[in-house]
């Protein structure tokens, strides 16, 4: 597997995963909460739920740290001095960018206890009553699409047929 390909399946898959997330929390929140009917004070409810969720996880958090952070992983990919595996870690691209398969122990670590936090955190959102597991799940998919987007846009920028300097790097200002 060539370098460019490995580079963009882990972007690719990254992506996709955000995605697919995304659309699933989307539609299960939107049927709990906007197709079922919000009171006004609800509605106030679901745009600051939203709000705080797009800015603090999907700009502040995501866009902001993550994705330079995935980015960073993703051109150590094809680094000089990389594993004999190297092959290996193409075909786990994906997993190996967000730091969770072959990586230092600190990073290991950090996305594990990142993974561990999102499931306890699915967990005690679904005990949650409705409409406002709802709006969670609103926000947090509007946060996910932000991270989608935001990395997309930055691989696309750094790696695109005619790389400029001036496009290099995806830190966000702010």
């Known amino acids: 597997m ?9 972007v690719v898959g990254v992506v996709a995963l955000l995605l697919r997330s995304a659309i699933s929390l989307a539609g299960t929140g939107w049927s709990t909460t906007v197709a079922r009917g919000l009171s006004p004070w609800e509605w106030v409810g679901l745009c600051a739920v939203v709000g705080l969720f797009v800015w ?4 502040r958090a995501l866009a902001r740290v993550w994705v330079p ?3 960073g992983r993703v051109r150590a990919l094809g680094a000089p001095g990389t594993s004999p595996r ?3 870690r193409y075909a786990l691209a994906p997993l190996w960018v967000v730091g969770l398969v072959a990586s230092e122990r ?3 670590a950090r996305a594990w206890t990142a993974v561990t936090a999102i499931v306890i955190a699915i967990l005690l959102v679904r005990r949650t009553p ?3 597991r709802g709006m969670i799940q609103l926000g947090v998919s509007g946060a996910l699409l932000v991270g989608a987007a935001t990395l997309a846009v930055c691989y696309l920028r750094e790696f695109s047929l005619a790389p400029s ?3 290099a790097g995806c830190r966000l200002k702010g």
Do not use: K, N
């Open 2 to 10: 060539s370098l460019r390909l490995a580079r963009g399946w882990a």
């Open 56 to 59: 603090g996880e999907g700009v």
């Open 69 to 71: 952070f995935v980015m």
């Open 86 to 88: 190297s092959e290996l």
């Open 106 to 108: 600190r990073i290991l």
């Open 130 to 132: 409705d409409p406002w």
């Open 165 to 167: 300097p001036r496009r």
